[in-house]
C-alpha cells in the first residue's frame, strides 16, 4: 500500500515524500525519497501502483521538475523491501519467512511453500485449496461448495451424511434384492441416454410402506464414492437432499395433465408419469425430471416384496465410475428416508458389465442372491 505526504513536513520547502506500508499489517516498510531538485513539487500528491511499477506525481514546482509523473521499478529478490512487497531477502526460496513473490511465508500468500499442499492466495473454506492451505477432499470436515452437499469429517455411511458428503437419503432401511441396471446411449452424442433401474424393496419388519401416490417417491443412482459432479450422479436422482423428489398426487396434479400418479384395483399397484418434462410442481422448471419418464411399483407383500422399475429416457449422463449406489424411499420427505421407509444396494464392478463399445452398461446382482 503506498500513501503519498506530499506536504510531509521532515522534508524542507514542500517537496514531498511516500510510504510503502504492508497492507495487511499496516507495518510500514519503506519510505520513499523525493528523488527531485526542485522545491515545493509536492512529490506523492498521487499514488498508483501498476504492473510492478510504482507511479508518484509532483504537480508543483517551479522547475523542469514540477507536474513529473516518477516511476519506480519493483524488482522482487533484489533483497530491498520495495513499495508493495512485505519483504525481499533476495532470494528465491520459499518457505524461509520471505516468498518468492516478496511476502512473508504464511498460508494464504499465493506460494505453496513446505508444509503446504496448496496456496490459493485466499483464506476461504469451501474452495479447493482449504484456509488451511491443504487440497480440499470429502472427509476433511469441510463442505466444498458445488462438489459437496455436507462434509462431517469422516467417512461412514447411514450417519446423516454419507462417505461420499452426499446427505444421507435412507438410515435404518432395507436392501433391493434382484437389483438390475441397464444404461444404454453412453457418449456423444449426448442426452439421448436411457437408464433403467429396477428390483424388490424388502423393508425391515414393522417399517411402513406408504402408497406413494399418497406419499410421493424417492430415487437415488450415484457414483457411490465419489462426490457431486461425477458420472450417474443426476441420473434418477430426484430426492429432498437434491431438492427434486417425486411427488404425490394422482395424474393431472403434476406439470402436465398427464403427470402423476395411477393406482391400480386393490391399491397394490401404482404407476407415475412424466410427460412435461418438469418435476416440481408448481414451479414446474423446464428440464427438472431429466429425463423421468415412468415408475412402476407393485407390492406383493407378504408373499413377496415390493417391486419396482424406474425409467429415465433422453436423459444427459456422464461415464458411471463404479460402484454405484442405488436407492428408493417411500415417501417424498426426508423424514421417510430417516424412519427407514427405504433400501439401498451397491452395484460393484463385480455386478456389472460394458459392452464391447463402452456405450452401454449392464449390471446384475450375483445369481447365488437372487436364488436365495
Avoid: K
Amino acid at each position: 500500500m503506498i500513501v503519498g505526504a506530499p506536504d510531509d513536513p521532515t522534508c524542507e520547502d514542500g517537496c514531498g515524500r511516500a510510504f510503502a506500508f504492508d497492507a495487511a499489517s499496516a507495518a510500514l516498510l519503506t519510505p520513499i525519497d523525493n528523488p527531485h531538485l526542485d522545491f515545493d513539487v509536492h512529490f506523492g500528491t498521487r499514488a498508483v501502483a501498476d504492473a510492478g511499477r510504482v507511479l508518484l506525481h509532483s504537480p508543483g514546482g517551479r522547475g523542469r521538475d514540477g507536474g513529473l509523473v516518477t516511476a519506480f521499478a519493483l524488482t522482487c529478490g533484489n533483497d530491498s523491501t520495495e513499495p508493495g512487497e512485505s519483504c525481499d531477502d533476495g532470494n528465491a526460496t520459499d518457505g524461509d519467512g520471505c516468498d518468492t513473490n516478496c511476502t512473508v511465508s504464511a498460508c494464504g500468500n499465493g506460494v505453496v511453500a513446505p508444509g503446504e499442499e496448496c496456496d490459493d492466495g485466499n483464506l476461504t473454506d469451501g474452495d479447493a485449496c482449504t484456509a488451511a492451505c491443504a487440497v480440499a477432499v470429502c472427509g476433511d470436515g469441510i463442505v466444498r461448495v458445488g462438489f459437496e452437499q455436507c462434509d462431517d469429517g469422516n467417512h461412514t455411511d447411514g450417519d446423516g451424511c454419507d462417505a461420499s458428503c452426499h446427505e444421507s437419503l435412507c438410515i435404518g432401511g432395507g436392501e433391493i434384492r434382484d437389483a438390475r441396471l441397464d444404461v444404454t446411449g453412453l457418449g456423444e452424442p449426448y442426452g439421448d441416454e436411457r437408464v433403467v433401474l429396477r428390483g424388490e424393496l424388502v423393508l425391515p419388519a414393522g417399517v411402513a410402506a406408504p402408497a406413494p401416490a399418497s406419499v410421493g417417491l424417492q430415487t437415488m443412482l450415484r457414483d457411490a464414492d465419489f462426490p457431486l459432479g461425477f458420472g450417474m450422479n443426476g441420473a434418477l436422482d430426484f430426492n429432498a437432499p437434491a431438492g427434486n423428489p417425486v411427488p404425490p398426487g394422482p395424474r393431472g396434479t403434476g406439470c402436465a395433465p398427464g403427470d402423476g400418479w395411477r393406482t391400480g384395483p386393490g391399491g397394490t399397484e401404482s404407476v407415475y408419469l412424466n410427460r412435461s418434462g418438469a418435476i416440481d410442481p408448481p414451479l414446474c422448471t423446464a428440464g427438472s425430471a431429466y429425463g423421468l419418464r415412468r415408475i412402476r411399483i407393485a407390492d406383493a407383500r407378504p408373499a413377496g416384496g415390493i417391486r419396482f422399475r424406474i425409467e429415465s429416457i433422453r436423459a444427459t449422463v456422464g461415464e458411471p465410475v463404479l460402484p454405484l449406489l442405488a436407492g428408493v424411499v417411500l415417501g417424498a420427505e426426508r423424514a421417510s428416508g430417516m424412519a427407514g421407509s427405504c433400501a439401498l444396494r451397491a452395484l460393484t464392478a463385480e455386478d456389472c458389465r460394458w459392452s464391447s463399445g463402452g456405450g452401454a452398461l449392464r449390471c446384475r446382482v450375483p445369481a447365488r442372491e437372487r436364488r436365495g
